[in-house]
């Protein structure tokens, strides 16, 4: 994730992204990038990104212990119940027909 990150930021800016925030939160956002030795844009951008990352990742890959990597398996590996009323919902007509 790390070379992603590094790949994008040197990669020469030509979009703009405008946020609005509180004097507050602009204050505290000054300051953590001070405490960072980076700019504030350098800042947002690169703590943006790992977030962004981070909310991807976990749509993509999830974490089981044995347990419950058992636990899972056996659901998957379950005989397919018969749902009649869900067949006739998903073949039938649509409200936008």
Request: proline residues 2%; without cysteine.
């Given at each position: 994730?790390?070379v992603v990150l590094?790949?994008?930021?040197?990669?020469?800016?030509?979009?703009?992204?405008?946020?609005?925030?509180?004097?507050?939160?602009?204050?505290?956002?000054?300051?953590?990038?001070?405490?960072?030795?980076?700019?504030?844009?350098?800042?947002?951008?690169?703590?943006?990104?790992?977030?962004?990352?981070?909310?991807?990742?976990?749509?993509?890959?999830?974490?089981?212990?044995?347990?419950?990597?058992?636990?899972?398996q056996a659901a998957?590996?379950?005989?397919?119940?018969?749902?009649?009323?869900?067949?006739?919902?998903?073949?039938?007509?649509?409200?936008?027909?």
């Amino acid at each position: 994730m790390e070379v992603v990150l590094m790949a994008v930021a040197v990669q020469q800016r030509s979009e703009r992204i405008d946020i609005r925030a509180n004097a507050s939160a602009k204050r505290i956002l000054q300051e953590a990038a001070r405490a960072s030795h980076k700019n504030l844009s350098d800042y947002l951008l690169e703590n943006g990104l790992a977030a962004a990352e981070q909310t991807l990742a976990d749509r993509r890959l999830f974490a089981l212990d044995d347990q419950q990597w058992k636990k899972f398996q056996a659901a998957l590996n379950r005989p397919v119940k018969r749902k009649p009323r869900l067949a006739k919902l998903l073949t039938g007509k649509s409200v936008f027909d």
